[in-house]
């Protein structure tokens, strides 16, 4: 399809799809991504692997889903799982430094306790961590450099733990001016890194920790949009009637009742001024490969790890509760020399990504399965793509396993400890109704549930196991038992 292209790769924390005007938003505050979907390719139906930081970012990494790299929880609350990728990982980087391309990452890593990006062949200052490191020496020697004041706040946003103590951190204000924020750091250390790889293929991934909680924010972007002006998600009269408990455990946790409506407006406020103040870092960073004349041989993805609940479904941050507003993020990649303002409706992955930079690079496909390039689809024209697509979780604070399928109109998430949920997002898409014992959607549930089951078992997410017995799969051709003792009887 191309030439080997420098690859330009944006990448956002915790993100809201319906916070980008190219997506709906009416606030006006991301002219830069806007101009991005402008000039390429939206994918409107595109969803994480995992709504999670670290095992979503290692399913970037390495083109595989997470029930396969095993990296399968944030280290810092990690309950026992694996926490670094095991030695010989396929990695896309590794295959780019093969392919004589230049390395780096900017920002957030979060794949993993003791292998850094360093050690997956990026450049740059070792970030590790899911929050701003404003003590990172690299950000202190920046704001001495430029006589910048340290990093303070105030207006601390937080309600009130089940067991009465302070809720986490949700926003605070800022005091230090633009130039001296982290994400002005993060761009400008991007734009070193363009000067300095220019008339060299590279790639170079410039990761914000941001608009991840907390909202720590300078007062222009923390009182830019004014919370009169919101518009609350329907999905906060949820009632969690027909629900898993942990939905109304996880609100607890978050201490959404504790804090009054007006707060949740401020936060969802503050939150949109987060996106705005990374939009304007993005333009600089834009505007920077303009100057240095790379725009024209530069691929430009922008997308995130995950989604935001930010009130929606009276929670915040993210957890065990498959809904959109955490799954469907946002997705935009221009290729020079290919259409612009390009729709596509096709169910994609961020693990596609990993196949698709190594397309962009001429490298050798990865050994995995799991990723598709996505180059076909920004040419406009029709590709044989698959009409549904299948996530997973696997716990955050403790253990949680679910399974989600994801259709044109329907979706179904299966909780092995507790109540499956089944929604009709043509007639509910705020997913606030659980119609998965409802008679009438009987037909439904099962074709989801076996067509889920199918995949699972295909790829070898060993998930499928527990729903052989618990769930109508169709029939099996193998002995459930796995004794190998008993095989004719399902022959």
Known sequence: MTDRKNILFLMTDQHRVDTLGAYGNRFGTTPNLDELARTGTRFDRWYTPTAICTPARASLLTGQAPFRHKLLANYERNVGYLEDLGEGTFTFSRALRDRGYQCGLIGKWHVGTNKSAGDFGFDGPDLPGWHNPVDHPDYLAYLAEHDFPPYEISDRIRGTLPNGGPGNLLAARLHQPVEATFEHYLATRAIEHLESYAGQPFFLALHFFGPHLPYILPDEYFDLVDPADVELPRSIAETFHGKPPVQKNYSAHWTFDTMPIETTRKLIAIYQGYVALIDYEIGRVMAAMERLGLTDDTAVFFTCDHGEFTGSHRLHDKGPAMYEDIYRTPGLLRVPGQPEGVVREEFVSLLDCTATILE???ADPAPAVDSRSLLPLVTG???DWADDIVCEFHGHH???PQRMLRT?????????DSVNELYDLQLDPDELLNVYDHPEQAAVRSRLMRRLYAVLRDRGD??????????????????????GLDESTYE
Request: proline share 10%; no cysteine; net charge negative.
């Open 360 to 362: 962009l690079a001429g």
């Open 381 to 383: 024209e029709p590709v």
């Open 398 to 400: 403790f253990p949680y």
């Open 408 to 416: 044109d109109r329907y979706k179904l998430v299966v909780n092995p």
């Open 462 to 483: 060993n998930f499928y196991h527990w729903m052989t017995s618990m769930y109508d799969v169709g029939d099996v051709s193998y002995d459930p038992s796995m004794s």
